[in-house]
Structure formats: C-alpha cells, structure tokens
C-alpha cells in the first residue's frame, strides 16, 4: 500500500477506535512519526494531507529541514530524548517539544526560545513503567514536582500535557493499564489548577497500540510504521 492508502487506513482505525469510546475522532490528532525517514517520504504523507509530523533526532531532522521548508503549514515536533545541549538548535526547528523530562531541559529550551523571541509548545513525558532503560520522569518524583512548579517563571514555554511510552509488548491491551494511570495523573495534575500548566494533551498511542490508548483517552497519537512501514535503518 502507499503512503496515502496508509494514512487513510490509519484515520479510519482512529475513527473507529474514537466511536467505540464515545469520542469524536476530530479530538485526536495524527503525529507522522517521521524519523529516518527521506524528504521524499514525508512530501507524500504531506501531499496526502498529513501536517503534524514527529522526529526523534535534532541532527537528523536539521538535515532534513531544509529540504522541507516550503511546506509551510507543516509542524514538527520533537518527540525522541532530547539532551539540553541540543536545545538552541531545537528551538530554532521545532514548533514543540514533546519529551522534556528535566526542569535543566525545561530551563535551557525557555532561555534558547526566549533568545529567538518566541515560544515553544511542550509535554512533560512520564516513565509509566518505571523502566531504567526509558527517558521521563516518574509520575511521583520530585522531578515532575519540579516541572510542574517551574512552569510559571519559564515564559516562553506553553506547557500544554503529558506524553508516554509505555512498556512494548506484542499484545497492545498490555499497555492499556500504562494509558490509563497516564490519563489519571493527568486528571490529578489538572485538578490542582497549578498556573502556566494546561492538561490538554496527553499523548499516547504508536502504530502497535494506538487504538487501546484512543479508548483509555488519548488526544495525539503517533504513527510511524503503519504510515511509512518498517523504519529505514538509520
């Protein structure tokens, strides 16, 4: 199948999901998970209507990006670790940041956007499995506290949710207890209405297990393999 027949396909496993949740599939947003992927690829997912995209690496997506730059209306996020050295030419690519995961990562990306004048979208990503070999922060550690705190003084930061990845395995109902503690700490977070700090956006949900975490809640899900297939080997 092409690109397009696979975007649809996609939509259509959303809606679906959406529907048997009681939902409305325009509350879910499509991420085309973009890494190692060539230009080429991401103009045909872009020419098939996809406009939010998500790349793991700053390096590899700054070699991309000019190739890129007359799609206007596209929007990038950076979704992979992200190492706060990395954070000036960060904020120069990206629109958002979905994977901060340390108040020292929050304050390099705030004084790098402040720098350009503008401001950068982000989600605090949480290690819901407790999983050594994962980025995030607990869902109870002083980190998140930190985060949390410090929204207020970091301007040029929108802080608009959470974002996760729980444990893999090959049945995608395993992961819906990691879906649903996200959507409760996010439920908890937002009832303290602590200020600069939305819950909106909790995103979860890749091409394995996207639709279980549409049922347990998500608003963004991120796609790559059912998109592209298999990931080019970078």
């Known amino acids: 199948m092409s690109i397009s027949e696979n975007l649809a396909a996609v939509r259509e496993r959303i809606h679906k999901a959406a529907r048997r949740a009681g939902r409305s599939s325009e509350e879910i947003a499509l991420m085309a998970v973009s890494k190692t992927q060539p230009a080429e690829r991401i103009r045909e997912a872009y020419s098939a209507g996809q406009r939010l995209f998500g790349e793991n690496r700053v390096q590899e997506f700054g070699l991309k ?54 401001t950068l979208e982000v989600l605090i990503e949480i290690n819901v499995g407790g999983e050594a070999a994962k980025s995030g922060v607990a869902p109870d550690s ?16 929108v802080f608009r949710g959470l974002m996760t990845v729980p444990p893999l395995t090959d049945d995608p109902q395993s992961a819906r207890p990691y879906f649903g503690k996200l959507r409760e700490l996010r439920d908890a977070i937002a009832a303290r209405k602590l200020p600069s700090v939305a819950m909106d956006e909790l995103s979860m949900g890749m091409s394995h297990d996207f639709e279980v975490a549409i049922e347990e809640g998500s608003t963004c899900v991120r796609v790559g393999t059912a998109i592209f297939g298999e990931r080019i080997k970078a």
Not at 102 to 115: G, I, M, P, Q, T
Not at 143 to 153: H, I, Y
Request: aromatic letters at 2%; zero cysteines; charged letters at 30%.
């Open 65 to 118: 990006a000019e190739a890129m730059q007359d799609l206007k209306d596209a929007e990038w996020h950076m979704i992979g670790h992200l190492q706060s050295n990395k954070a000036a030419r960060t904020a120069e690519l990206f629109r958002a940041v979905d994977s901060v995961d340390s108040v020292k990562l929050a304050e390099k990306l705030d004084a790098a956007a402040r720098a350009l004048g503008r």
């Open 142 to 157: 002083h980190e998140l506290e930190g985060l949390l705190l410090a929204a207020p003084r970091l301007k040029a930061l």
